[in-house]
């Protein structure tokens, strides 16, 4: 084949699904949220969001953790901006809705809401079209994508057990990295302001177990949750580099990059930072400051899919690679997988055990599941998330419904 014919049959498959698909309208919007992680028996943190068109299809978006101020907003306010648009138009209602709420300081609830919207019309342009999610924005780059374990409380405490875990993932799934966060007890002792080489010594214990271990053979990644201010986490960074750490992950509080530049020259171990921050133009400022060296961003806070793939394009213009954050509900692992599937430069992504082996089983017909410490995106339309009927009817979901 000639290579101008060839090039337009490579998209040849999209664009007949696009021609294809349904001319559509959203008609109604519901929100799904428990007021306790109690309340089920997968650990509810969330708020799910369906949006249906009158063509029968709907898509799913996720956000969290504060379930009835984000239901609240999705109906009083986003509401107005999807009932009778074309839910393909995702970039265009994601500009309106994000215009309107800058009104009154975009970020927080506000940029949550933008996600979890934004993740549902992905889900449900995909749907449309017949297919994955990861097919729309560039295809298969990553036929799987390496995980790391974060050790949410499941069997064993990483404070004082972390080799059992490491162990299980290892031999269990193949993962060969562990994130660990040894140092938040000390920063709660001590209201964040000041850390002793007492306190040093006694979180360094995971480390230390670690290494004898497994030696070099495993990946240790340090999570401090934003806890310390620069002198603290100066100290910090000296006392772990004897165990090299990956990363030192979001040491300082969010928006502080010029101190997160300080950081960067005093230790050699890489930071990664972003987890919390929404936006692109915060992620712009981050980057143009050189302190990280992993961009990280939850896509049901960052502002969706369609905001972390503009946000990984402006790392990868840095020549820096996306680790996403995960640890949350189960849509924000389906999608973050299609997003790494087709970008070019992961260099990891989060996953924990307890949610493949505990939570998501009972709530999912198609949990994914690490094999050979890699997970591959299902080659369903969307982004493939089956959820079991009986979850959306549970006893004690909050339901609430918007109609045209």
């Known amino acids: 084949m000639r290579r101008r014919a060839f090039l337009p049959a490579l998209a040849l498959p999209l664009v007949v699904a696009a021609r294809a698909a349904p001319s559509t309208k959203i008609t109604r919007i519901e929100t799904f949220y428990w007021q306790s992680r109690d309340d089920a028996d997968f650990w509810p943190h969330w708020t799910w969001i369906r949006v249906h068109t009158d063509s029968g299809h709907f898509g799913i978006g996720e956000t969290y953790p504060y379930g009835e101020t984000e239901a609240s907003l999705i109906h009083t306010q986003a509401a107005r901006f999807l009932m009778g648009r074309d839910p393909t138009d995702i970039e265009r209602i994601w500009a309106d809705m994000y215009h309107q709420f800058d009104y009154r300081v975009a970020g927080g609830t506000e940029m949550r809401v933008i996600s979890a919207v934004d993740l549902a019309l992905w889900d449900l342009t995909g749907k449309l079209l017949d297919a994955p999610v990861y097919r729309l924005i560039g295809g298969k780059s990553n036929p799987s994508v390496r995980i790391y374990n974060t050790c949410f409380p499941h069997k064993y405490d990483f404070n004082k057990e972390p080799e059992q875990i490491m162990r299980e993932v290892k031999e269990a799934y193949g993962v060969q990295a562990i994130k660990i966060w040894p140092f938040d007890g000390a920063a709660r002792r001590n209201q964040r302001q000041f850390i002793t080489d ?207």
Request: glycine share 6%; aromatic share 10%; with cysteine.
């Open 198 to 404: 007492a306190d040093i010594d006694a979180a360094l214990f995971p480390l230390r177990k670690l290494r004898e271990n497994f030696g070099s053979n495993i990946e240790i990644l340090l999570e401090f949750h934003s806890n310390w201010n620069l002198t603290s986490a100066i100290r910090i960074a000296k006392a772990v580099e004897p165990y090299r750490p990956m990363w030192l992950e979001d040491m300082l509080m969010p928006g502080n990059f010029h101190q997160y530049r300080q950081l960067a020259e005093a230790t050699p171990i890489p930071l990664t930072i972003g987890e919390r921050m929404g936006g692109r133009m915060a992620f712009q400022q981050l980057l143009e400051t050189r302190a990280a060296k992993y961009v990280m961003f939850d896509v049901c806070w960052c502002g969706g899919l369609s905001e972390a793939r503009k946000i990984a394009a402006m790392a990868e213009t840095y020549q820096l690679p996306i680790a996403p954050h995960t640890a949350g509900g189960p849509l924000l692992f389906y999608a973050s997988t299609h997003l790494t599937t087709a970008a070019t430069n992961v260099w990891i992504q989060e996953s924990c055990q307890r949610f493949y082996e505990k939570d998501w089983p009972a709530m999912l017909a198609n949990p994914i599941v690490p094999r050979d410490g890699v997970v591959t995106a299902p080659d369903l339309p969307g982004f493939g998330m089956q959820v079991k009927p009986e979850v959306w009817d549970h006893p004690k979901v909050v339901r609430r419904v918007t109609e045209a």
